[in-house]
């Protein structure tokens, strides 16, 4: 016991004490992924938003699109459909390494290139959550915003999304919960995140366990953070509808 104790503290103080490690490459690696995450969420949500109301729009029956309006109507339907169908197809570590080599060749910005793809990747997948969510509110709800003078956008925004997002919250929040541990394949393009830094910190000591085992522990605490948050979150929710 008494062995197993001492090489504990030496691959502790290894990994962590020793040259401000924790700080240098966990705290700071820490930031990173929660950055990435923060920024990739507030894209996917963005896009995945605009997708499915074009998505919901061109699929309703009761809303007929006439004109210009419904060439453009069409023509964003295909190109959302080619974006669904390209982004979930193909895998997120190529999409990451097309972003950063390819469209950000120039600038080699990192941040941003992850920021952006893994916005993108997120979008395409919280679009169908929400089409979903849209799909799922009575017809009733859009006639009745529009009879009340209101026009689609306004009913979109004002009427069915605040019910929609009731429904899939919790879609939502595994869909987040993904997107915080996929962010650890930041690593490919050399970005310096929380899984960067802890293969950095083995390099140098060459002792696997104790980086990759604390690494998995702070991903597992965060899961369990946000699991909370989204469960409170829910719980209010609920509340609220029966008042």
């Not at 062995?3 to 240098?24: H, M, S, V």
């Not at 919250?169 to 393009?189: H, Q």
């Not at 690494?215 to 948050?229: D, E, Q, R, S």
Request: net charge positive; glycine share 10%.
């Amino acid at each position: 016991m008494s062995e197993f104790i001492q090489w504990f503290q030496e691959q502790f103080y290894q990994t962590f004490i020793e040259g401000d490690r924790w700080y240098i490459y966990f705290a700071k690696g820490l930031g990173t992924t929660l950055e990435v995450t923060v920024g990739a969420l507030i894209l996917g949500v963005v896009i995945g938003v605009c997708i499915a109301i074009i998505r919901s729009a061109y699929d309703s029956q009761r809303v007929h699109w006439r004109g210009l309006g419904g060439v453009l109507l069409g023509l964003g339907n295909v190109i959302c459909k080619v974006y669904l169908t390209v982004i979930r197809g193909t895998p997120s570590t190529v999409q990451l390494l097309i972003m950063y080599f390819i469209i950000f060749g120039s600038s080699q910005n990192m941040m941003a290139a992850a920021i952006i793809s893994f916005g993108v990747n997120s979008g395409a997948y919280v679009a169908e959550i929400v089409r979903s969510g849209i799909m799922s509110i009575n017809k009733g709800q859009m006639e009745a915003g529009r009879s009340l003078g209101l026009n689609y956008a306004a009913t979109m925004r004002y009427v069915i999304i605040p019910q929609a997002i009731k429904n899939i919250l919790p879609a939502l929040g595994n869909e987040l919960i993904t997107l915080l541990k996929e962010t650890s394949i930041c690593t490919v393009i050399g970005l310096m995140d929380l899984t960067k830094g802890a293969m950095i910190v083995q390099s140098r000591t060459y002792a696997p366990w104790m980086p990759y085992l604390s690494i998995a522990v702070i991903y597992l605490v965060m899961v369990l953070i946000l699991t909370k948050l989204l469960g409170i979150l829910e719980r209010r929710l609920r509340a609220s509808d029966q008042r």
